[in-house]
Structures are given as structure tokens and as C-alpha cells.
């Protein structure tokens, strides 16, 4: 079983930045990808962002196209979400997951992210 923690949210002022980091338990240079996902209350829980472990190709939501990067470090078995320009309806928690290459998924508990002045 893969674990995986998520830290970095909080409270920020729309325009402001923050920084998400995904530990994972084992390494994810063998993963097919990792993700990000996202719930606001009352709605649908929706991919932001995924890095591919071959080539590290990456693809967002529309949502969030221009604003936030995902990234890797595969010596730390870390994935980050950088957010920039952050708006209120980006206020969630936030979600990794750990997408293997035979089909078992595993999900993080979720750190929240409150975009407000």
C-alpha cells in the first residue's frame, strides 16, 4: 500500500501563492502519474493537474491553465502544486494520487486551501 501526505495549505488572500507538497511512500519515478485533485463544497471532486513519470509531461484543468504548475522530485518522492493568482472559487481541499501503472490508485487524506479576503 502506497501513503501519501499532503501539507502545504492554509488561508490566503486572492492573488496570493501558495505551495502544496505530496510525500509518497515509495517511489514515484515508477508510478504512470501523479495528480492532483480538488473538492469545493457542494461539488464534484475534479482533476487539476497531472505529471507524467515518462517525460514528465504535464496537463491542467482550464480552471487553472496559466496559474498553477505541478512538479516532481523524484529523489524526495515529492510532487508540488505551486499556485499563483489564487481566486476564491479555488477555495477546496486539496488531493494527491498516486496513479500506478497496473490500475490500483491511492489517495492522500486531503489539506485545504482558503482563498479570501
Known amino acids: 500500500q502506497v501513503k501519501l501526505v499532503e501539507s502545504g495549505g492554509g488561508l490566503v488572500q486572492p492573488g496570493g501563492s501558495l505551495t502544496l507538497s505530496c510525500a509518497a511512500s515509495?517511489?514515484?519515478?515508477?508510478?504512470?502519474?501523479m495528480n492532483w485533485y480538488r473538492q469545493a463544497p457542494g461539488k464534484e471532486r475534479e482533476l487539476v493537474a497531472t505529471?507524467?513519470?515518462?517525460?514528465?509531461?504535464?496537463n491542467y484543468a482550464d480552471s487553472v491553465k496559466g496559474r498553477f504548475t505541478i512538479s516532481r522530485d523524484n529523489a524526495k518522492n515529492t510532487v508540488y502544486l505551486k499556485m499563483n493568482s489564487l481566486k476564491p472559487e479555488d477555495t477546496a481541499i486539496h488531493y494527491c494520487?498516486?496513479?500506478?501503472?497496473?490500475?490500483?490508485?491511492?489517495w492522500g487524506q486531503g489539506t485545504q486551501v482558503t482563498v479570501s479576503s
Open positions: 494520487m498516486y496513479e500506478s501503472r497496473w490500475g490500483t490508485n491511492y
Open positions: 515509495r517511489s514515484i519515478s515508477s508510478t504512470y502519474a
Open positions: 505529471i507524467t513519470s515518462a517525460g514528465g509531461s504535464t
